[in-house]
């Protein structure tokens, strides 16, 4: 579909062997990890380069090619999901960490660069970078800052925006745009950082990003609470909350999430519980003790029917990972996997469980729930099978109607899964007309010909 | 200079009490906090209610006027400074504090509220906002966001920036516009309340602000360091910083500070001291204790002459207060005082201290410094008059030199102070001129009649 004239030129820009237009490279680059359907690329090319990577942005800008830059294509909400026939910049060739600074807690990236990889490595020197997304063995810093990615450890820790110092990125013209600083302060110019965090690509292409790092938490605790009704695990995450506790990480899994997970990965978690805690507990040694403590006589006065501590590192380390491989069960059991991402103010959690339980049975289906609980972030599950128009009709109703209860409880419909193609026609609902008219003349004077993954947050028109 | 016809349709907006066009009010509302020249507006205007608000805005577009928004005009790079015969949005008609969620951990307030009421009124529901600029006995919430606002403790909790979860606006069409949640995650649509924060009313109005709380620290201890030298003083908090401790502040004045502030507050400071940290710790006690202990042993390791532990809030509560009034101590000594902002990365605090000294000799001008030193964020402050030309000739060079110094560290131009009308003609040289076109078009986008504060942040053509 692209011209073997314009091939050439990107060949001359990144490299013969980065440049790919076979079917199989085309293929794979047509999908991510959202329910949307598969759209076939052009093109993918792979700079190695910064100014490689700019001007490959610039030819496609010059020959009006949809561009769509993909990390490790992990997202859940179609957000790396390519344009017909346009072009992928896969950003896997630029992976360098280009700085760990020790004295003034910070690291400097290529976007590529995996979290979890990042992650050891700031560890190895003392130093934390807390944002988590279930995908980190995988997912690339790049990716999460377009995305904006969450975690389990939100709650006490934030997410990616609160770690981003600073970016530098390619417009859509190809000139360089520097924002934010190594700095812990930095009030020059636009907070152009802040906009580009969670823009899904639709404005800028990232050639480099500031992180923030903090040093790594003196101790940890982690402990498993086993409930017999979904009501009292949730109303426990409501009662920690309500004692101003703040847990590294508060995850809850129902019934249908331990079964799956524990299937999968063999942990040992209890698989006849209607629904459990998973809590971790990090800071000062005396500070974790007490607050374990206090969680542990919380759990038990609401009604857990067992507690398990963590008796060391490997236990501790078994049980998160059978945890993130959640979405990695769940999605064996059925040909489609819808993982939702309404996210409510915590103390409402109970209500949203509940919710989630009516509207399950109202449109007969299996929704497994689990999630962020400590910080109002659920990820309802839907196993269904796509093909099946009938029960697709009512997925589509069940998610509507997830929406609406957590607009309805002073929720969001994405807490940190994003917009991308998922979520851009519920976007008005949640905000209002004059925040989509505002986003559009953004888009349209940072992209005026639209080649920035289009359609991504804002929805194409009609 | 504002035809009557269209006051009186601003007061059939705002109510005829709150239009005002006298030459006193004119020129009360003529300038702030920076060394910038005053600007005459043609009407003040200070809407009640949200509606009221984003009528005075759409009238503003409608007939051309240049709009600045104050809240208490303590910026001090210029930000609220007006256009000649231009329209200014009083806040102070707007100061509701909407909401303050103890289970949810978040505050709704109106863009009127002041920094220091919304502090106190969670303070009092074991809640914090630890965001805490010099002015916040008069600054608002509305004018921090708009500059984004620092403070004496962003080294451990970050700056306004990181505290605001949501904002609602008007766009320059009173076009309401929300972004951001209740929710600690939220990744719906734009990271529009990113952009906004530090915009300097450039790009919208503020209409309401969602603000994050955290528990309030269990435990606080403060302590002063003496030094008999600036060096040992400076490579102290270079040391601290090394040894991963994290205090809620740590602040330095030279003597030529300490000085002016003992005269001014009689708190007791050792007006002989070459240089001072003040240190506070807070958090769980055992954690507050230890560090404390270790802080105290770094300080008399590297050289303090003593070290003085309040022994009560009221001791505590004084020295900080001192801390506090040393920009008005220091303007009280001679008619023009220049406080600079520039920010380096935290380890490089001794090497700027050492440039400015370098700086004060060059230019033979007096220099006291300052500042937020655990985040980098020194405020040097010359003492001039501006009538003198030579001497501002100097001051000009100076200022030159110790951002130039700034940015050769890997800092910035501005820790807190924001880019206003001060250092906009500046703003190139720590980004670049994709940047500046870049955030040209996004201004011009969204103001398409320039009549949002004209000239802040983006330098007026010539």
Not at 26 to 35: E, G, K, Q
Not at 107 to 117: D, E, L, R, W, Y
Not at 174 to 193: D, Q, W
Not at 213 to 220: F, S, T, V
Request: proline content about 4%; charged content about 25%.
């Amino acid at each position: 579909m692209i011209a073997d004239s314009l091939v050439k030129k990107f060949k001359a820009i990144v490299g013969d062997d980065n440049a790919w237009t076979d079917a199989t490279d085309l293929h794979t680059y047509s999908y991510d990890a959202a329910v949307v359907d598969p759209v076939q690329p052009g093109l993918i090319v792979r700079p190695t380069t910064t100014e490689a990577l700019g001007r490959a942005v610039r030819l496609c800008n010059d020959n009006g090619l949809p561009l769509t830059v993909r990390g490790a294509g992990t997202n859940l909400s179609g957000g790396t999901v390519p344009l017909p026939g346009g072009v992928v910049i896969a950003t896997n060739g630029m992976k360098s960490i280009l700085e760990i600074n020790e004295a003034d807690m910070y690291a400097v990236v290529q976007p590529g660069v995996v979290t979890a990889k990042l992650a050891a490595a700031v560890e190895a020197r003392g130093l934390f970078y807390p944002p988590d997304p279930g995908s980190q063995a995988v997912s690339t810093i790049g990716g999460n800052v377009a995305e904006n990615a969450g975690g389990l450890r939100g709650l006490k820790y934030g997410v990616t925006r609160d770690y981003v110092m600073g970016v530098s990125f390619f417009d859509v013209d190809g000139n360089l745009v520097k924002s934010g600083s190594r700095t812990v302060k930095c009030a020059t110019g636009y907070n152009l950082t802040g906009l580009m965090v969670g823009s899904e690509g639709t404005l800028g292409v990232f050639a480099e990003i500031i992180l923030k790092l903090i040093p790594l938490p003196a101790h940890r605790k982690a402990m498993m609470a086993v409930f017999e009704s979904l009501e009292k695990a949730s109303e426990t995450v409501a009662a920690i909350i309500a004692e101003r506790i703040v847990p590294a990480t508060l995850e809850f899994l129902d019934n249908f999430t331990i079964r799956a997970v524990e299937d999968f990965s063999k942990a040992g978690l209890p698989r006849d519980a209607a629904a459990m805690l998973l809590v971790e507990l990090d800071g000062h040694a005396a500070q974790v003790e007490e607050d374990a403590d206090r969680v542990e006589a919380l759990c038990r006065s609401m009604g857990a029917t067992s507690i398990r501590v963590a008796r060391d590192a490997a236990e501790r380390d078994r049980v998160w990972a059978a945890r993130r491989a959640a979405l990695s069960a769940l999605a064996q059991l059925k040909p489609t996997l819808v993982l939702e991402d309404a996210t409510v103010p915590r103390s409402r959690i109970p209500d949203m469980v509940a919710a989630i339980g009516r509207i399950a049975k109202r449109y007969d289906l299996t929704i497994g729930t689990f999630g962020h609980a400590g910080d109002g972030n659920l990820h309802p599950t839907i196993l269904t099978d796509k093909r099946n128009h009938d029960e697709w009709e009512r997925v589509e109703k069940a998610i509507d109607d997830i929406f609406d209860e957590a607009l309805a409880m002073g929720g969001t419909l994405s807490g940190e899964h994003g917009t991308g193609l998922a979520k851009s026609r519920y976007l008005e609902k949640e905000t209002s007309a004059g925040t989509i008219l505002f986003s559009s003349r953004i888009k349209r004077a940072m992209d005026p010909n639209n080649i920035l993954n289009p359609g991504k947050i804002i929805a194409a028109k009609a």
